[in-house]
């Protein structure tokens, strides 16, 4: 209404007695309730009586001015309520500030009463409802796809991802969002139920997608259906990808069953039509032999790890014992995969040093140098793994065997399952019972590292039986061992019992075992596991709280849920035990991982505590949500800590700052810095023991796997590399344990990208590289120290001796002036030769170049890598290269073609092939 200076005027007008008035003031006010609301808000009283009177029959007009009078107000709850009253005069397709306003509280009410469960009101309903149809009919299919996830509509959500325009893109991101964003279980497996059902009906078209369902759906006999219709269709390759991909991401659970499920398939008849030799392949395959096989040749043929600065680190360490298990595990962590034992066979009296738990260490470090020698896994152990009748063997050499036996097969150990149980079994009783323990400590740990998340009732009992034996060496183990053997089942039976023991034993060893063994048995079970947190955080036991925050951080294991980071954070700041606190900033770098660029801002306050302990915590969760990444605001806060007071703290950011920069190029500013920072720090004879610890550490992570190996917990498709996590899990409790840090092998795999034919056969062809060659090579070796020059002793002279020198040296350069004078000046010759040139420009580096398969490929390099668009080999599966084993096929198969030969193991230096395992006998006290 133009030139309207007061709504006085309409207002009165309400109090009239004829309703067509009223309507009339009310549709008046409606347009001018944005210039004139705060005079309207006086009459609201009256305006809510006229929408809530049933005689009034302009009330939802009533409503509608009352619900834009509280938007205006700030009441943005009371103006929904007052909007769904409005009925059909509230228009939700219109665009003004208003309606998005009240839509979008429409949208976070209806949220969170679908996820609570509670009445919806149907008005709500049908705003809601019709603004996603809305959104389909415009095209916003993602849109609409996150707004069904979070309110509960699976109607709304299958068709978001069936009449989008790329239903399998769709897909995927269902799948992603899935497994990073929704933290309630239930719904989430009837996500997946749903993305299952919609690729079961049209077979063939993303066969990788439904895999993966199925491996989260625990559903491997929809994996053999799919296996068994490729190789009848004659697309036997894009099966074999299937199986490696399968055996690389699946539970070894669910791998042991889809192979029993194959060689069923053999007898029966619908299998008697299959290739058999195509099947028998991919049940080598899945076994993950072949893949552990391929990875092993590639990091041994490639080992490019720098003996030169482990043997300057060993001769400085002199005989500290703290800094001489710090060169065990970095040496490990340094060959880890390479089968490359040198060093301990080229300083065995150095090594023969090591007695007791030490002499445990350097045992089981040999299974972190063949991890995935399956084939020879028992062989490389023969001198230290119990025998018959050796009773005077050294019990700790017999029980690290048996641990590093677990970490060469592990989460691969089914062919070794039975003869750990039997270790186990024997060793309660050996004739010496007080060397029981020691043994059984080792096996448990083997003994759950191979059996690793097979959920195996028999030997959870075994292990069961160890703890409640209530000894605190081996029943420290049992626990983690119980824990890695049910891992990820969430089986609440299990838990019950181990939290009961923890609460009724009074050794402190044997909590934190079962405390991490509680965590390992909830990871990635996320609100299933709330309960359960509950508990142990209010628990009055400091070790039990611990255990509530490694459940948090396994449980909700990259799912950046807000609502649990919160409450770590609240723990961490406010919990009276160091550990505890700790625990839970530490936890923060599970959560966080698949996000690593959250984590410097989340933790970056707790990097200037007052408390050590959180400062610690803060190195790890840097270290580990950040692992391999290079993130530059991590090193800039690890680099603050690592010039810390706290020499613990100093240790933490040492080990953070090598996984930060694992595998990254000699372009990355910091690496240089990094490398001659640990060399300085371990050549400093005034550094603390404890930090000199994790600057040697982190020199073996820094060049991890003869620098072919990275660390990646979040893979393709959203997929969580479970075993990693938890080997991350085990490598934290290091902190009490030092051996446990041989388990960071376990989140450890081979940066390369393997490309094999149908009949495992690889190929060699060039895979092209957009970027120079120096980018991505490795970094230069330490050169070998040269011999310093035997100094000369001073030879007194006398004074008399030194004028004499001096007169004769004076008249030395005078007699050959005068020679220089009687010379003749030299002649100018027509063509004499000219100046010589100055020396030629340096050469640019080709912008691009090849590899050849197979091939190392760091994170940063992965997006520049491609295969020849003329080229003869290309992969069956789509999308961008990946690290790991890739399938390739054929174009032009009658063609010769060179390929890369594969043995066991490649023979080197004239020796013959496994290297002989080292041996050493040491009469060790107490034994």
């Not at 680190?313 to 390479?338: D, F, K, W, Y």
């Not at 089914?414 to 186990?424: G, K, R, S, W």
């Not at 940066?751 to 230069?780: E, G, H, M, N, T």
């Amino acid at each position: 209404m133009a030139g309207l200076t007061s709504a006085a005027g309409l207002l009165a007008l309400l109090n009239e007695q004829e309703n067509e008035l009223k309507r009339y003031a009310l549709e008046q006010l409606n347009e001018v309730v944005d210039l004139f609301w705060a005079e309207i808000s006086d009459s609201l009283v009256s305006l809510e009586v006229l929408s809530e009177s049933e005689d009034f029959p302009h009330r939802q007009l009533a409503a509608l001015l009352v619900s834009k009078v509280y938007y205006h107000l700030g009441e943005f709850d009371q103006a929904l309520t007052f909007a769904l009253v409005a009925g059909e005069r509230f228009d939700p397709n219109s665009k003004n500030l208003f309606n998005i306003t009240i839509l979008e509280n429409a949208i976070d009410l209806y949220t969170k009463q679908r996820q609570s469960g509670t009445e919806i009101d149907a008005r709500l309903e049908s705003i809601v409802s019709g603004l996603l149809s809305n959104s389909l009919q415009h095209g916003a299919h993602k849109t609409v796809l996150g707004l069904a996830i979070e309110t509960r509509r699976l109607d709304v959500l299958e068709r978001a991802i069936t009449e989008a325009a790329h239903p399998e893109e769709m897909i995927a991101h269902t799948v992603n969002v899935a497994m990073t964003v929704l933290t309630d279980h239930k719904f989430r497996q009837e996500v997946l139920q749903l993305v299952l059902r919609l690729l079961q009906a049209k077979p063939g078209e993303d066969d990788s997608s439904l895999c993966h369902c199925c491996i989260l759906l625990d559903r491997p006999e929809i994996v053999l259906s799919v296996l068994a219709r490729l190789i009848s269709s004659d697309q036997f390759p894009v099966a074999l990808q299937l199986a490696f991909d399968l055996a690389d991401r699946a539970p070894q659970g669910f791998v042991l069953r889809l192979r029993d499920e194959l060689v069923s398939l053999l007898s029966r008849p619908e299998g008697q039509t299959l290739d058999q030799s195509k099947v028998q392949r991919l049940i080598s395959v899945l076994g993950g032999e072949v893949a552990l096989a391929l990875g092993l040749e590639f990091m041994s043929r490639n080992n490019n790890s720098d003996l030169v600065m482990l043997n300057i680190t060993r001769e400085q360490v002199g005989r500290s014992t703290v800094c001489h298990s710090a060169t065990i595990l970095s040496n490990a962590i340094m060959h880890c995969g390479t089968t490359n034992d040198a060093f301990l066979r080229a300083n065995r009296d150095w090594m023969a040093r090591s007695s007791y738990w030490a002499k445990f260490s350097v045992v089981a470090s040999i299974g972190v140098i063949h991890k995935g020698h399956l084939s020879q896994a028992k062989s490389v152990l023969a001198s230290f793994l119990p025998k018959e009748g050796a009773a005077n063997d050294s019990v700790f050499g017999k029980s690290g065997a048996l641990y590093a036996l677990g970490l060469i097969v592990a989460n691969h150990g089914h062919a070794e399952i039975d003869y750990l149980a039997t270790q186990l079994s024997k060793a309660e009783k050996l004739a010496d019972q007080a060397a029981a323990p020691t043994v059984q400590h080792g096996a448990c740990l083997g003994l759950g590292l191979a059996a690793m998340g097979t959920q195996n009732e028999k030997i959870f009992t075994q292990l069961k039986n160890i703890l409640y034996t209530d000894n605190a060496v081996s029943g420290e183990a049992a626990g983690i061992a119980m824990g890695l053997v049910m891992m990820g089942s969430g089986n609440a039976t299990a838990v019950t019992e181990m939290l009961q023991y923890a609460q009724d034993t009074q050794h402190e060893k044997i909590i934190r075992g079962l405390a991490v063994g509680i965590a390992l048995i909830h990871l990635d079970s996320q609100s299933e596991a709330d309960s359960l947190i509950d508990q142990l955080l209010g628990d009055k036991d400091a070790l039990l709280r611990m255990s509530g925050c490694h459940t948090i951080a396994l449980a909700y294991a990259g799912s950046n849920d807000n609502t649990a980071t919160c409450r770590l954070l609240h723990v961490a700041v406010s919990d009276v035990s160091d550990e505890v606190r700790r625990a839970a900033v530490t936890a923060i770098g599970f959560l966080l991982f698949r996000t690593p660029e959250q984590i410097p801002s989340v933790v970056s306050l707790l990097c200037e505590s007052y408390n050590l302990h959180v400062r610690y915590g803060a190195c790890m969760a840097l270290g580990i949500g950040c692992a391999a990444t290079g993130s530059k605001d991590a090193l800039s806060l690890l680099d603050a800590l690592a010039q810390d007071s706290s020499s613990i703290v100093r240790q933490g950011a040492f080990i953070a700052q090598a996984l930060v920069m694992l595998q990254q190029p000699n372009t990355h500013p910091k690496i240089d810095a990094t490398r001659k920072l640990f060399q300085k720090v371990i050549a400093d004879k005034h550094e603390d023991m404890v930090a000199k610890f994790g600057a040697i550490f982190a020199q073996g992570i820094l060049e991890a796997g003869g620098r072919n190996a990275t660390i990646a917990l979040a893979r393709d498709h959203g997929h969580m590399d479970v075993p990693a996590v938890a080997g991350l899990m085990l490598f934290t409790q290091s902190w009490f344990w030092f051996p446990l840090g041989h388990c960071l092998s376990l989140a450890l795999r081979p940066a390369a990208i393997i490309c094999v034919k149908s009949d495992l056969k690889l190929p060699q062809f060039p895979i092209d590289c957009a970027a120079p060659a120096s980018a991505f090579a490795y970094p230069p070796k330490t050169d070998v120290p040269k011999e310093k020059a035997r100094e000369k002793l001073t030879i007194a002279t006398l004074s008399t001796t030194t004028r004499a020198k001096a007169r004769a040296h004076k008249d030395k350069k005078e007699d050959d002036k005068e020679k220089k004078e009687e010379q003749p000046a030299p002649m100018a010759v027509d063509g004499a030769s000219p100046a010589p040139a100055a020396p030629a420009a340096p050469v640019p580096e080709p912008t691009t170049h090849t590899l050849n398969n197979p091939i190392r490929a760091l994170p940063e390099q992965l997006p520049k890598l491609s295969f020849p668009a003329t080229g003869r080999y290309f992969p069956v599966s789509k999308g961008p290269l990946r690290v790991g084993v890739v399938v390739v096929t054929d174009t032009r198969p009658t063609e010769e073609e060179t390929l890369v030969e594969v043995t066991a193991l490649p023979k080197e230096d004239g020796e013959a092939a496994p290297p002989a395992p080292f041996e050493f006998r040491v009469e060790l006290e107490g034994e």
